[in-house]
């Protein structure tokens, strides 16, 4: 088998299988799994899933299909907290290499790979014979050159020790509420909690930006890739 033909076969193979975590096949499927095979080469990413599976970090900027094929083919997720999702709204992924780290610092290498708005139009230059868009665009992402797919870049992505794949550093009580706000420093004084005592206690993001969780339920169940996810309603959580 030639290099190409390899490449083709873990193409189908890996699409096939984002498809069917996915629950259909579609434009992003393509474009997730194309993005990230290009992504991780170039990154010097082999065997995400395998060897390699505790030297990765993906970050995504849009939740949409393709975020799914990424994590399928990668095999990061937020369980792992190996999958880190910027909700920037673009169609991008930063593939991050943690076995090469700056010296001395929390900084990693990698890869962002950005889908080129253009290339939507593009794909319109391809089987002219399909009549339906998307379907069009499905049969075009799936050979397009990956110049005309993506631009990327190296780069490099400073992660704090607490945003690092494992268990949480720590754990904080919270005033008012029922759950334990896990953290770390950087995530307390960032995300997760205001600095400073209020009302003698600390308080949570969710309780000064408002709780986006109707009270009416007391629960509210999420189904994430078969896994129930329970989210107990509180009034500080
Ligand atoms: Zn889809």
Not at 34 to 58: E, Y
Not at 117 to 144: G, H
Request: charged share 30%; glycine share 8%.
């Amino acid at each position: 088998m030639t290099e190409e033909e390899k490449k083709g076969s873990d193409f189908e193979r890996l699409l096939d299988e984002s498809v069917r975590i996915h629950g259909h096949l579609c434009p992003g499927q393509v474009l997730g799994v194309r993005m990230s095979m290009f992504g991780l080469g170039k990154a010097g990413i082999t065997d995400p899933r395998g060897k390699d599976r505790k030297n990765i970090i993906v970050y995504v900027e849009i939740d949409r299909c393709a975020t799914d094929a990424i994590q399928s083919v990668t095999g990061c997720s937020l369980g792992k907290r190996t999958l880190k999702f910027m909700d920037y709204g673009k169609m991008a992924a930063t593939f991050v290499n943690l076995g090469k780290k700056d010296p001395g610092t929390n900084r990693f290498r990698g890869v962002r790979v950005l889908a080129k708005e253009e290339s939507r139009n593009t794909a319109m230059n391809y089987f002219p014979e399909i009549k339906e868009k998307y379907q069009r665009q499905t049969a075009a992402y799936k050979v397009m050159p990956d110049d005309e797919l993506f631009a990327w870049r190296e780069v490099s992505v400073e992660i704090p020790e607490e945003d690092m794949p494992g268990r949480p550093l720590r754990g904080l009580n919270v005033k008012n509420a029922e759950s334990m706000c896990r953290t770390g420093e950087r995530s307390e004084r960032k995300a997760c909690f205001y600095a400073g005592p209020v009302q003698g206690g600390r308080i949570t993001r969710s309780c000064t930006d408002g709780f986006i969780f109707s009270s009416q339920l007391r629960f509210i169940f999420f189904i994430i890739h078969h896994q129930y996810i329970i989210v107990s309603l509180t009034q500080c959580s």
